[in-house]
């Protein structure tokens, strides 16, 4: 099902969510069961992939029923007390936790604490219908998880990829107008790569959820090959963020000249970098490159200014893989 205006503002899961609760409830009650247990279970067993709510299921259903037999215990003792309460919140998350049944943990202590008051005289009654409900909701959510608006994660991961990029460029190109200035602190700079971090983060997280979905929803744009080949982009542009990591970051006290052959080459990389930006061609300064490998050489050689050679070694590393990217570039004209 392609995506319309109604998921675009609402959100797929969203929509799930409230599909999955309406279907619950209306199969608790066609059956004359509670249905506020299936319903919560169903709201919580929503993931962002199928694979994710089958794979908790089998952690929330044990949990779940735990949680209740816990409750009818503590009720059966207390009645309705605080102490049972107390009793039915913390045995079940201290056993939930002593299984290894972290998933299921939340669903489970909200199923014991609200059991408590409708439980009555009626433990059989209400542990076998809890078991009954939890199951309802369990299987409606996966199901409506799994055939509803399957989530397709590969357009997102394009977009950011594509977003990283640009910020990338943008941030580098920046970075090497404040060295030329003299600028080896820049808060803006810090700033704008914590930004950057966290749509890394997001990318590695979609990248998962779209690996985990390719086993249930197979289309042609979504095969490994062509999931690989997006991850690929991504890979690129982590090692680009790393190289740049190292012109931001640097020692206290940093302090250096550059010459003026230098300056004139950082001068030219910038150019073509903002070339980029604006055309998506890169025109690789051939020149300039030959002119910063040099000076790394004779500063490598007398064991002058490493915190110079380094920073002009990650310049030449990031424009070695700019220049791979965007393929064999002649040089310009202008340089």
């Known amino acids: 099902m392609k995506e319309n205006w109604i998921t675009r503002l609402i959100g797929a899961r969203i929509i799930k969510t409230g599909l999955a609760t309406f279907l619950t409830g209306l199969i608790c009650m066609s059956l004359n069961l509670n249905p506020i247990f299936a319903v919560i279970t169903s709201i919580v067993t929503i993931e962002p992939t199928a694979k994710a709510s089958l794979k908790k299921a089998f952690v929330r259903f044990p949990a779940s029923i735990l949680g209740a037999f816990i409750a009818v215990i503590s009720t059966f003792f207390f009645g ?3 102490l049972s309460y107390s009793l039915a919140a913390t045995v079940t998350i201290l056993i939930c936790y002593q299984l290894k049944l972290m998933d299921g ?15 009555h005289d009626a433990f059989v009654y209400n542990f076998v219908s809890r078991l009954a409900t939890t199951t309802i909701g369990l299987a ?20 950011i990829n594509h977003d990283m990029e640009n910020k990338i460029l943008e ?3 920046n970075r090497l107008k404040e060295l030329l200035l003299g600028e080896y602190v820049s808060n803006i700079s810090m700033k704008r790569m914590s930004a950057l971090q966290q749509s890394a983060s997001k990318i590695e997280q979609l990248i998962k959820y779209q690996k985990e979905e390719y086993d249930y929803h197979r289309t042609k744009k979504e095969s490994k090959a062509y999931i690989r080949k997006v991850e690929m982009t991504y890979h690129t542009n982590r090692l680009l963020n790393a190289h740049l990591l190292n012109l931001i970051y640097l020692p206290e006290n940093t302090h250096m000249i550059f010459t003026e052959q230098e300056r004139i080459a950082i001068s030219k990389f910038i150019k073509a970098y903002e070339a980029l930006l604006q055309t998506h061609k890169y025109y690789k300064p051939k020149k300039s490159a030959t002119t910063l490998k040099n000076s790394v050489k004779g500063l490598n050689e007398f064991d002058i200014n490493q915190i110079k050679s380094h920073l002009i070694y990650e310049i030449l ?16 004209k202008s340089k």
């Not at 489970?108 to 439980?119: F, G």
């Not at 998880?145 to 394009?158: A, C, D, M, S």
């Open 80 to 82: 309705e007390s605080p």
């Open 317 to 332: 590393m990031i424009d070695k893989i700019i220049n791979e990217r965007y393929g064999k570039s002649i040089e310009s």
């Open 105 to 119: 943990m939340l669903v489970a202590a909200i199923t014991a604490v609200a059991m408590v008051p409708v439980i």
């Open 171 to 173: 941030i580098y190109t």
């Open 140 to 159: 409606t959510a996966g199901l409506v998880n799994f055939v509803v608006l399957p989530p397709k994660y590969i357009n997102q991961i394009e977009q």
